[in-house]
């Protein structure tokens, strides 16, 4: 009962702390202030995490873990490459919508002065399996071969990382939403052959 009772009040911790950074950053981000918000003291906060510090990678280690489990969703790889890239940018949208702490961990990379071994090959990783993707589309001839990988990467992951923030972005629990069909849009754009993307949206999970 007390362990549990001590997971759910670090479990409090965690999701105050995200908030904080994912809307200030790091470096202004107080830990007062996370305390406040779920009715700690500074001390007893200290007692599930020491430093600041450790509160963010905390958060870094959970984007890791939260990158294997949106990983596992992509379904079958030997799946047409957009169809694949569809399902990976969809779900990198939906867990960034519903899970502060992801949020929290991207800002804390774009902030530069927090990371973590496994954070850096985590986001390498991300870049990486898209890249693949890409460039496998091209092979595929779904994919404009004008473009290097890596910067269709840079495109994807733009998107996929800003639409929770865009304005008046939609909800992301449908399964037909506006984004799906934005991201049809996006596909079809880099694709030589018209409607191509449309028809890996029927596809993808």
């Known amino acids: 009962m007390i362990q ?10 965690l999701n105050a702390a995200a908030e904080e ?8 981000t107080v830990l007062q202030t996370v305390a406040t918000r779920i009715g700690m003291t500074k001390g007893a906060l200290y007692a599930h995490f020491p430093s600041k510090e450790d509160l963010a990678h905390a958060l870094l280690q959970h984007f890791a873990d939260a990158w294997d489990d949106i990983r596992a969703t992509w379904g079958d790889l030997d799946r047409p490459a957009p169809a694949t890239l569809l399902a990976a940018a969809l779900s990198l949208a939906r867990r960034l919508e519903s899970d502060v702490r992801m949020r929290a961990a991207l800002r804390l990379f774009a902030d530069g002065g927090i990371t973590t ?4 090959r985590t986001l390498s990783e991300i870049r990486d399996c898209l890249a693949t993707l890409a460039r496998r589309g091209q092979e595929e001839g779904a994919i404009l071969a004008s473009y290097a990988p890596d910067r269709i990467v840079r495109l994807l992951l733009a998107v996929a990382w800003g639409a929770p923030y865009a304005p008046g972005a939609p909800a992301l629990d449908d399964r037909l939403s506006p984004l799906e069909e934005d ?3 996006l596909l079809d754009l880099l694709s ?3 409607q191509l993307a449309f028809r890996a949206r029927e596809d993808a999970p």
Do not use: I, K, L
């Open 183 to 185: 991201w049809a849009m």
């Open 4 to 13: 549990e009772r001590a997971r759910r009040t670090r479990e409090h911790v």
């Open 21 to 28: 950074f994912a809307r200030h950053g790091y470096a202004n």
């Open 192 to 194: 030589p052959h018209p």
């Open 117 to 120: 071994d496994r954070g850096s």
